[in-house]
C-alpha cells in the first residue's frame, strides 16, 4: 500500500481491452428486421407490422442471456440496431438489462420512436456511447421521398428535439439519394449545432443490395445508388482533406488480396446477431454457411471455433482468381464476402460496381492509368510509395 | 457540502455502479447519470483500490476492513487506515459507494 491514485478517471475506450485479446470486445444485435420507415435504399427493413417476422424474433429471455454471456466473456458494447431496434415493446427492459450488466450502449435509430419517456429513460440512464440517428433529409419532400412513410420527418424531428432538449449525446448520419443529395451543404451546416458531433457526417452512399437477396428490392436499390463518378464528387470535395486520408489509407491498408477472401476483421473479438438469433461475422455477411445458430450453441463456441473455420475459407472462383485475388485496390474496393453473398449469392464473385468505384478513386489518386486494370499492375508498391510522397495530384 | 469520513462508519457498492473485472482490469461502469462528467466515461480502479473496494460489503466498519488488510499487507495500520479514508472520500464524491449505516 502507499500513497497513490485509487480511481483513473480518464475516459477507458473498449479499444483499452483489444491488446488483451479479448474473445469479444463489442457486440452487434439487430433487435428486429422490422423498421418503421420504408426506406427505398435500405438493406434490412421488413414492414413494421410483418407478424411472420415478429415471432421469429428473439425473445426478451434470450436476448438476455446472449447478454449475460457477452459480458462474461468481456464484451463492453453492446450496439443494438435493427431494422429500427426501437419497435421493440422490450425495448426499455433490454436496454435497462444490458447497462445494469455493465455494457455500453451505442444505440442505431432513425429517432422517429424517441417518445418523452424514452429521453428520459437515455437522460437518467444513459447509454454512455453517442446515439447514432440516420436522417434522410432536410425536408418533409426529400425526406419522406426516401422513407416513403407520411409523417416520418415530423416524427424524426420530434425525435431529434428530444434529444437534444435532453442533452442525449448524439449524432447525426446521412444516406445521399437523388431526393437529398443536393442539401448536403444545408444537412452540414445544420449538423454543426449538434454539440456532440465533432466532425461531418458520416454518409452512406454506395448502397449495399438487400442482405436477404430480394431481387425485387435489389432493382430499387441500384437505381438510387450513386455511381462512381457522383460518389468521387462528393468524396473530394474537400479534396486536400481526402488526398491526405487516403495517402494515410493507401500506405497502410491496401494490398493485393491474394486467395484469402475474409481481409477485415469480420468475426474477431465480435460479430453480429440477427434479430432470429443467427450469429454472423458481420452485420452484412448472411450467407447460409456462414452464420451460427446461438439458439443451440453459444457465442464462444461461435468466436473460439466456428468463425475462425470460416474466416479461412479461400477463394475458388476463377474471375475472382484472376482479377480481385490480384489487384492491389483491395482495401480502397468494398468488395468483401458480404458484398458478394448480396449481389450474387456467392463468397467470392466480383462485384462490378464497387471494382468500379475502387478504380474512379484510384485513377483520381494517380495510381492507375485511364483504362487500367489494378489487377494488372506489377509495380504496385512503388505506386502506393510515389503517391504518398506527391505533392500535388494534378 | 464535503462529507467527514470515519473509520466506524460503513460502507457498500452503490446499486448505480457495476463493477467488472475484464482480464484483470477492473472497472466500474456508471449505470445512473451523475457518476462520470462525461457520457462515455467509465473508471478504473488500481490494484489497492480493488481490494479496498471488495471488501466494502455493507458490514464492515473501514476499521475492520483496515485491520484485515494489516494483515496481508506489509504496511502500517496507520498508512492502511490513510489509503482507505482517501478512497472511501474518492469512491463516495463520485456517488460509486453508499454509506450503509447512517451516521447518528
Known sequence: MGKQFYVQTKNIRESRFIHKKLLISRLDIELAERCNNNCIHCYINLPADDLLAKEKELSTAEIKNILKEAVSLGCLVVRFTGGEPLLRKDFEEVYIFARRCGLKVMLFTNATLITPHLAELFCHIPPLEKIEVTLYGMKKD???????????????????????????????????????????????????????????????????????????????????????????????????????????????????????????????????????????????????????????????DALENFFPKIRKIKATNREYLSRCANCFLKGLCEQCPAKSWEEHGTLDTPVEYFCEIAHTQARFLGLIEKDEKAWEVNNWKKRISDFVKRDVIN | MELKINLDDIYAPSEDVVARDIQGEFILVPVTSGIGDLEDEIFSLNETGRVIWEKMDGKKTLRAIAKELAYVYAASQKEIEEDILGITKELFNRKMIVEAKPKK
Not at chain 1, 409523417?151 to 435532453?166: D, H, P, T, V
Not at chain 1, 448520419?173 to 454543426?192: C, H, T, V, Y
Not at chain 1, 473479438?269 to 450453441?297: E, I, S, W
Request: net charge positive; charged share 30%; with cysteine.
Open chain 1, 142 to 300: 426529400s425526406y419522406e421521398a426516401a422513407t416513403r412513410v407520411s409523417g416520418s420527418f415530423e416524427a424524426a424531428q420530434r425525435g431529434i428535439n428530444l434529444l437534444l432538449e435532453k442533452k442525449i449525446p448524439f449524432v447525426v448520419k446521412g444516406a445521399l439519394l437523388p431526393s437529398n443529395k443536393e442539401e448536403i451543404d444545408e444537412f452540414e451546416a445544420w449538423a454543426k449545432i449538434i454539440p456532440w458531433m465533432g466532425k461531418p457526417p458520416a454518409y452512406a452512399m454506395f448502397f449495399d443490395l438487400r442482405c436477404r437477396r430480394d431481387v425485387r428490392k435489389n432493382e430499387l436499390i441500384k437505381k438510387v445508388r450513386l455511381s462512381a463518378d457522383e460518389g468521387l464528387k462528393i468524396l473530394t470535395r474537400n479534396k486536400s482533406r481526402y488526398i491526405k486520408e487516403m495517402k494515410i489509407f493507401c500506405a497502410k491498408f491496401i494490398r493485393p488480396p491474394k486467395d484469402k477472401i475474409f481481409s477485415c476483421g469480420a468475426g474477431c473479438g465480435g460479430g453480429c446477431v440477427d434479430a432470429y438469433g443467427k450469429f454472423q461475422l458481420c452485420m452484412m455477411l448472411r450467407h447460409p454457411d456462414t452464420v451460427y445458430n446461438l439458439r443451440c450453441g453459444s457465442l464462444k
